[in-house]
């Protein structure tokens, strides 16, 4: 036998024997640079990212330093939960005491967390507001239905003249019926009730819209991390169901699926390797 086979015949032993712990250094190297690389990779979906700059720019640098970033909004799609026979109508007593409470569980998370909320606004805090100015002291989940409520807050009016002649309550009672509820909005129910005092007064809507506005100086990064909150609190099963979305969410969603497909492919090159 030729030195050169004697060589080739002691390698391929050697490889041999050590097979398996290069297969074990081979899978830890792995892992290590996965880890690395999901942790330090990072992807950015924001337009603004790749656009060019313009004199457009500079004018909304000056805007923003004079009346301050512009908002970033949440949309909330919540209507009644298919699980739920027995309610249709998001607007029964029972779904608004829901909506007034997730309400408070968004709020109390946005106070404990540097404030992120600049406002929000659903149909339960319309309807708060609009008992609060009618100086009743005590809350919306007080009343166990529709004809307790107006009973309460109201007395002797007609239809038209429910809200009565204050400007915020009209115009928090217009953007409520033209863009907060679903075109199916029935509030004939209300005026019939005031007219005849009997009956059901409950107006009806298949859904409505909740809107969440977070602060337009909160970074990107936290933004998204604030309406992925939003999103988990409100993904808990109850009598409601909530589809929540916005910019900064799609943009979550697209930069988690890139990485973790972008790992996945390492891994397979190193793999094939």
Known sequence: MS????????????????SLPILIASL????????????SLAFT??????????????????IEDSIGSSPHLVYINVKPSASEDQ???????????????DYERIQSHSDENGH???SQINAAEILQRFIDERNY???????NDWKGMLEAVLEDEECGAAIGSDERSIANAAFASSAL????????????????????????????????EIRGDVDSEDRQQYANDIRSMLGEQSILEYGVISDDLISNDINESTLD?????ILLWLWRR
């Open 181 to 212: 509820l679903h075109e199916d909005l029935d509030y004939s129910p209300v005026c019939d009730w005031l007219e005849s005092g009997t009956g059901n007064p409950t107006p009806s809507a298949s859904s409505t819209l909740w809107l969440v």
């Open 261 to 265: 497909n972008l790992v996945w492919l």
């Open 116 to 118: 992120f909320i600049a």
């Open 3 to 18: 030195g050169m086979d004697a060589m080739t015949r002691r390698l391929a032993e050697t490889f041999e024997r050590m």
């Open 137 to 143: 002291t005590g809350d919306l989940t007080d009343f």
């Open 45 to 62: 979906t924001d337009l603004s990212s790749f656009a060019p700059e313009t004199d457009a720019d500079e004018a909304q640098e000056r």
């Open 28 to 39: 830890f190297l792995t892992g290590f640079l996965a880890y690395f690389l999901s942790g």
């Open 87 to 101: 309610l249709a109508n998001v607007l029964e007593m029972k779904a608004l005491h829901r909506l007034s409470e």
